[in-house]
C-alpha cells in the first residue's frame, strides 16, 4: 500500500439504549480511516496511513476529544485520545470484522460499558 491510501470519514452515532430511548445524536464520534470495498477496516493500509488516522469524541455541553485511531495488539482496534488527552482509551468491539456502511451498527468499548453506535455515514474524506 502507497502512502495514498484512501482515507474515509465515518461518523457514529449513540444508537437507542436504556437511558437513551431514541438514541443520542449528540453523542458520537468522527473517525478518519482507510476501509476495505466491503466497509472493514482496512489494517494494511492503516500502516501506511496512521498518523492520517483520526478519531473526534463528541458529546453535548463538552469541548471534543481529539486522538488517532490506533491498530492494536491482535487486531484490535483503539481509540487513544492522545492529542487531547482527556478521556481514557476506548475500544472498538470487534471492529476488525464490522463492516462501517450507513445503517449498520458497531460497539465501543468505553470503560466497563459497551455502547452501540450507528454508522451515520462511511464516505471517502
Known sequence: MTNSAPLNRI???????PGHPEGDANDRY??????????RLDGEAW???????RV????????ASLGHLVHGPGGRWIL???ITNDRPDETGFRFEIEPFVSGEYVSIERGDETHVFRVVTAARA
Not at 30 to 39: E, N
Open 11 to 17: 461518523v457514529l452515532e449513540l444508537a437507542r439504549e
Open 30 to 39: 468522527v473517525i478518519v480511516a482507510p476501509l476495505h470495498a466491503d466497509g
Open 47 to 53: 500502516k501506511a496511513v496512521r498518523d492520517s488516522c
Open 56 to 63: 473526534v469524541r463528541e458529546t453535548a455541553g463538552a469541548e
Open 80 to 82: 487513544t485520545f492522545d
